[in-house]
């Protein structure tokens, strides 16, 4: 089944490399067949997302509402251009487009998800924490025959592994 993934970055406050460097690991994982990113013209000009496939960068002016008309229009497009049965992820901070995304989903017409893209903040936080804990260097500690051969000569020491706290 193909995956493409639809990204409403309009509401996104701050540089959008950082969200974009979470989103790319996000579907890394889902082998996308198509990646876009719906954005403000300023927001595509700082961004260094380079359109190629599977990416294409669409500029917009409007948010909401009136951008998940332009995002229907896509999704419509997309399903009669070589996607069609494909799953449409779409990715919005906005409520509302994100609601509509969920009417479209309810008419059965396209297999769509609809998803804050919280959870792509939380899926590189996740992945952040989990790197940076097999990163640390394991403790070293005394095999126990020797903590206790010491706590028996009375002269344990902090850092033993039979010591306790």
Known sequence: MKNV?????????????????????????????????????????????????????????????GLWTTIENRIRHLSGDGFAGATFHILS??????????RLAMKREFHIIARSLGIVKKAARAERLVTTRL?????QSLPVTTGVAELDRGHCVRGCSCWLA
Do not use: C, K
Request: glycine content about 6%.
């Open 135 to 139: 990163a640390a260097a394991p403790v």
């Open 5 to 65: 993934f639809l990204f409403d970055i309009t509401r996104h406050i701050g540089p959008v490399q950082s969200l974009m460097g979470s989103a790319q690991r996000y579907v890394s994982s889902w082998a996308p067949d198509r990646v876009e990113w719906f954005a403000f013209q300023d927001q595509a000009l700082s961004s260094d997302l380079q359109p190629s496939s599977p990416n294409v960068v669409n500029t917009v002016s409007a948010a909401g509402e």
């Open 93 to 102: 901070y906005d409520g509302s487009l994100l609601r509509a995304a969920d």
